[in-house]
């Protein structure tokens, strides 16, 4: 059975850690949602990074969805940990970013 991550933050390490997952799209796990500012703000600064260039996969928004290339990613916004919805979302493992 795969495991239900989160992403809490989206900036510089856990966007490298989205694309990481959606290049590589390991059988293990799967990544169901995110804790950042705005899903509008996540879409943009996931496609176009100063570093790394422009993603060369779909991204699209859909009220609090990402859709990355298929996959969606429920994407919430609290700057509370007591207020994050992991259990709601079944979520196993959260990472950090």
Not at 7 to 19: K, S
Not at 38 to 67: C, M, P, W
Not at 71 to 90: A, D, F, R
Request: some cysteine; proline content about 3%; overall charge negative.
């Amino acid at each position: 059975m795969k495991k239900r991550v989160a992403i809490n933050g989206l900036g510089r390490i856990g966007n490298q850690v989205l694309r990481h997952y959606i290049n590589n799209l390991p059988e293990n796990c799967e990544i169901v949602a995110a804790n950042t500012s705005s899903v509008e703000d996540a879409a943009y600064l996931l496609k176009y990074d100063s570093v790394h260039g422009r993603a060369n996969f779909d991204i699209q928004t859909q009220e609090n969805k990402l859709i990355v290339d298929g996959h969606e990613i429920t994407i919430v916004s609290s700057h509370n940990p007591l207020e994050l919805p992991w259990k709601e979302l079944e979520i196993d493992i959260v990472l950090e970013c």
